[in-house]
């Protein structure tokens, strides 16, 4: 009995996390997210190791 509580709250929150994530209004944020390492904030950094 206290497995299958246990399952189905995990499930609900499981549930929740994908709904929260797919969301329409957290889509800028993510894109924002996935551009980060792309971006180039230091124009100093050659990108190699130091001689």
Do not use: N, Q, Y
Not at 17 to 25: D, E, L, P, Q
């Amino acid at each position: 009995m206290t497995s299958g509580i246990v399952t189905l709250v995990l499930l609900v929150v499981f549930l929740g996390i994908v709904f929260w994530a797919w969301s329409g209004k957290r889509k800028a944020d993510f894109d924002a997210a996935a551009r980060i390492p792309l971006e180039d904030r230091d124009p100093d950094h050659s990108g190699g190791a130091k001689p």
